[in-house]
T-cell receptor
């Protein structure tokens, strides 16, 4: 399968612990996006990368959230000092943008199956 | 600014009858619009997209949507519902900003 892969599928942890999620995009895609989805809501944009550059991070929910894409391939999303309100599905998506960096944004995004985070 | 309003949080149809899921958008620029479907505990799958070409867009699984600029709408339709269509549907707008704005979703129930 050459779709977007997320690991783990489920994560259960105690409040206050740090968690890290991994996303492997479709190999030829240069854009990678992270979203959070809570029950009964649509996905909420968090951040995105073009290649290794993080072009938008103002929508990250707090300074406890950070994301990296060091080599322009896979990405990680880390949440430090987790809180119960962090319980949600975290989705990753990727797309191929042919325009200059930071332009476009109209190509369909391909989503992974998500990581479900539960905070005890 | 961009936003999407899905007018119905739940829609129920009988198998074999038409489906209509309503979406209105707001955008400061010429938008790109998408419909995605999400089955339980799964990621989102693209149904169709509008990016300023033909206003009537055909997608997968028999779905189609019509872009109406005068009404700022992008409603999703299907002539005949199938049991496998039961899922959550999201209307999405994107315009220049490299961000997708999702609606709150419409849950489609198909009654046998």
């Amino acid at each position: 399968d050459t779709g977007v892969s997320q690991d783990p599928r489920h994560k259960i942890t105690k409040r206050g612990q740090n968690v890290t999620f991994r996303c492997d995009p479709i190999s030829e895609h240069n854009r990678l996006y992270w979203y959070r989805q809570t029950l009964g809501q649509g996905p909420e944009f968090l951040t995105y990368f073009q290649n290794e550059a993080q072009l938008e991070k103002s929508r990250l929910l707090s300074d406890r959230f950070s994301a990296e894409r060091p080599k322009g391939s896979f990405s990680t999303l880390e949440i430090q000092r987790t809180e119960q309100g962090d319980s949600a599905m975290y989705l990753c998506a990727s797309s191929l943008e042919l325009g200059a960096i930071g332009t476009g944004g109209n190509q369909p995004q391909h989503f992974g199956d998500g990581t479900r985070l539960s905070i005890l | 600014a961009q936003s999407v309003t899905q007018l119905d949080s739940h829609v129920s149809v009988s198998e074999g009858t038409p489906v209509l899921l309503r979406c209105n958008y707001s955008s400061s620029y010429s938008p790109s619009l998408f419909w995605y479907v999400q089955h339980p505990n799964k990621g989102l799958q693209l149904l169709l997209k509008y990016t300023s070409a033909a206003t009537l867009v055909k997608g997968i699984n028999g779905f189609e949507a019509e872009f109406k600029k005068s009404e700022t709408s992008f409603h999703l339709t299907k002539p005949s519902a199938h049991m496998s269509d039961a899922a959550e549907y999201f209307c999405v707008v994107s315009a220049r900003g490299n961000q997708f704005y999702f609606g709150t979703g419409t849950s489609l129930t198909v009654i046998p």
